[in-house]
């Protein structure tokens, strides 16, 4: 198993900035991919940005050019720079975790941006 904390998250005026962070531990041999997804109130789930350990990134067109993701491979962690937050940026924002074919989930993070 692998255990997934989140932190980082809250409430921003619109146009401000947020960097949320998450730490994997236990069985943390053969993470692959981390990243960052969102779910916002009525709506489905859906890919904020994820970075494999080589370092391929990808990005929803949404958040391209105003968030940043990386990871420090020796901590185990990955993070999520957001600059620029519209109140449509506004969801409960879950790390991510792929172990060969398994995916693990955070309970997320909470943020809010005011208009």
């Known amino acids: 198993q692998v255990q997934l904390v989140e932190s980082g998250g809250g409430l921003v005026q619109a146009g401000g900035s947020l960097r949320l962070s998450c730490v994997a531990s236990?069985?943390?041999?053969?993470?692959?991919?981390m990243g960052w997804y969102r779910q916002a109130p009525g709506k489905q789930r859906e890919l904020v940005a994820t970075?494999?350990?080589?370092?391929?990134?990808n990005y929803a067109e949404s958040v391209k050019d105003r968030f940043t993701i990386s990871r420090d491979n020796f901590k185990y962690t990955v993070y999520l720079q957001m600059n620029s937050l519209k109140p449509e940026d506004t969801a409960v924002y879950h790390c991510?975790?792929?172990?060969?074919?398994?995916?693990?989930w955070g309970q997320g993070t909470q943020v809010t941006v005011s208009s």
């Open positions: 236990g069985e943390i041999f053969g993470i692959n991919a």
């Open positions: 991510n975790v792929r172990r060969w074919r398994t995916d693990y």
């Open positions: 970075i494999t350990t080589g370092g391929d990134i």
